[in-house]
């Protein structure tokens, strides 16, 4: 009798082990997808700031430069697409975030050509309102790298985290999968050629 009292603590012990191990680590693994579900929220924050500025920009821009109705309508036409292209976090994958990126970069593109074709405008470069906007942009854009960035540091800790034995194991039983990162838009890692 003594002996089956035994058996059954140490069975006991073994299976409260067990479920603290894999608790432990299901919770762990829960934890950092919510902190990288919280910093691309910081990132959509960022790029939402920036499509807000955008409108100022235009209509500052309008009053001064007529002739650039082409450039303006590409840069409403980019925040557009870039504003509607939204992305379910529990669906984050490769594809969406290149799908992401390919509509901020047309905004990018839009807002640099913007930028360039302003250059023939002293009377506009001089003016308070669009130097303001012009400085907010910047800063903007700013924040955007500073929370991408935070985002891939989070991403790699957690498919680090993920891969690592004996987590493997949880996360495959429970369905946890890598999350892809935020990575360079193809071509920026060629320097730009500038001719005079």
Partial sequence: ??????????????????FFWFKGHYNQMVGRGEAISAQWSNVE??????????????????????HEQ????QVVEARAKATQTRID?????????QRFNAAQ???????SRLMVSVEKYPDLKAN???????????????????????????????NAYIRY??????????GFTPKPYFEAAEGTEQAPKVEF
């Fill in 128 to 158: 308070e309102n669009f130097r303001d906007l012009q400085a907010q942009l910047e800063g903007t854009e700013n924040r955007i790298a500073v929370e991408r960035r935070k985002f891939n540091e989070e991403v790699k800790s957690y």
């Fill in 1 to 18: 009798m003594k002996k089956s009292y035994i058996v059954i603590g140490v069975i006991i012990v073994i299976v409260l082990a067990a």
């Fill in 70 to 73: 082409s450039t303006l309508q």
């Fill in 105 to 111: 970069g047309e905004l990018s593109s839009a807002l």
């Fill in 165 to 174: 034995f004996p987590q493997n194991i949880v996360a495959n039983m429970f």
């Fill in 45 to 66: 924050n960022q790029y939402q700031r920036r499509a807000d500025l955008i409108p100022n920009l235009v209509n500052t821009v309008k009053g001064y430069a007529e």
């Fill in 89 to 97: 976090f529990d669906n984050l994958d490769e594809q969406t975030i």
